[in-house]
């Protein structure tokens, strides 16, 4: 089966620009969520998404938002970007949100803020 | 803040070499998780324990969760260049979040 589909690969925007990310999770999973990663900071949570709603939020301004569409499909996305919002944005699905047992990453969405 | 502390942060050995990562924090977690990162792609789950205690093997891999549940090792025989790669733990504290340490990145030479 299709694995965890991350649109796009790469993206080089604007510091002050918005941007919008989108993940398409495995067929049947239900829960989403959204991870960024960086060399010093690690894989930080962003927030969970299940049947449409957010269960959970990271410690993220208010510049990062996400959402839940009712095909599960999640988008994320950050306004008026920093240099420092360069990162790998990762999303992960799980069935049935059980996310304590396994998530499914996908590949990833490079983003860099110039 | 629950934080997950993996040691070492860089490991370099040579083909055929033993390794051991570990895992470990103050909090207890629901579950521990391990996944393989590699360049430019996503990780990738290799196990889930859940129990205090548990031990569970994977091929060549050992993974083992603290009695308490506040810890976790992974345990590498005879290392191969194909385990190269970003080694990261997570634990559980909900059903629907993880917090992630902060890596082991391997080097296996052949």
């Known amino acids: 089966k299709a694995g965890v589909t991350q649109t796009p690969r790469y993206l080089i925007k604007t510091r002050g620009q918005q941007v919008t990310l989108s993940c398409s999770p495995i067929?049947?999973?239900?829960?989403v969520s959204w991870y960024q990663q960086t060399p010093g900071q690690g894989l930080q949570f962003l927030f969970e998404?299940?049947?449409?709603?957010?269960?959970n939020k990271g410690n993220f301004p208010g510049r990062f938002s996400g959402r839940q569409f009712s095909n599960s499909r999640s988008e994320m996305n950050v306004s008026t970007l920093e240099l420092g919002d360069s990162a790998l944005y990762l999303c992960?699905?799980?069935?049935?949100?059980?996310?304590?047992?396994?998530?499914?990453f996908g590949s990833g969405t490079r983003l860099t803020v110039v | 803040t629950q934080l997950l502390e993996q040691s070492p942060q860089f490991l370099s050995i040579q083909e055929g070499e033993n390794l051991t990562v570990y895992c470990n924090s103050s909090?207890?977690?629901?579950?521990l998780q391990w996944y393989r990162q590699e360049p430019g792609e996503g990780p990738v789950l290799l196990v889930t324990?859940?129990?205090?205690?548990e031990v569970k093997k994977l091929k060549r891999l050992t993974f083992q969760f603290g009695d308490a549940r506040k810890d976790s090792s992974l345990h590498i025989t005879a290392a191969q260049p194909g385990d190269t790669g970003l080694y990261l733990c997570?634990?559980?504290?909900?059903?629907?979040?993880?917090?992630f340490g902060s890596g082991t990145r391997l080097l296996v030479r052949p």
């Open positions: 992960a699905s799980s069935h049935g949100g059980q996310g304590s047992y396994g998530y499914t």
């Open positions: 067929s049947g999973h239900r829960s």
């Open positions: 998404y299940f049947s449409e709603t957010q269960r």
């Open positions: 909090s207890v977690f629901s579950s």
């Open positions: 324990v859940v129990t205090g205690g």
């Open positions: 997570a634990g559980g504290i909900s059903s629907y979040k993880l917090i």
